[in-house]
Nanobody
Framework: QVQVVESGGGLVQPGGSLRLSCAAS????????MGWYRQAPGKEREMVAT???????KYADSVKGRFTISRDNAKNTVYLQMNSLKPEDTAVYYC???????????????WGQGTQVTVSS
């Protein structure tokens, strides 16, 4: 069994900061890329930021310079530091882990349950 669990969402004023965390646990053999995605009401889910096991990062243009993704491989954890938040960042944020469990010969995508981020005054 593999679990992916996010934490750290909440309500913040425009210009504020939040830090999201996501931990993968269970029978994990190896983890490839991890990342954050978000879905606003009435919109499709979009990539926010991803990070490979080697530390290569990728960001959506809308968050470049404001968000930072990082990873602790020893803890199977990925973080998203969000600064200078805007109302348009309001969404449910989902964590993704592309990983191989110890009973599988290939990796699969595992998703967390999502955490709400609301940016409002």
């Amino acid at each position: 069994q593999v679990q992916v669990v996010e934490s750290g969402g909440g309500l913040v004023q425009p210009g504020g900061s939040l830090r999201l965390s996501c931990a993968a646990s269970g029978r994990i053999f190896s983890i490839n890329a991890m990342g954050w995605y978000r879905q606003a009401p009435g919109k499709e889910r979009e990539m926010v930021a991803t990070i490979t096991s080697g530390g290569t990062t990728k960001y959506a243009d809308s968050v470049k310079g404001r968000f930072t993704i990082s990873r602790d491989n020893a803890k199977n954890t990925v973080y998203l530091q969000m600064n200078s938040l805007k109302p348009e960042d309001t969404a449910v944020y989902y964590c993704n882990a592309n990983l191989r469990s110890d009973w599988s010969f290939k990796p699969y995508d595992y998703w967390g349950q999502g955490t709400q981020v609301t940016v409002s005054s």
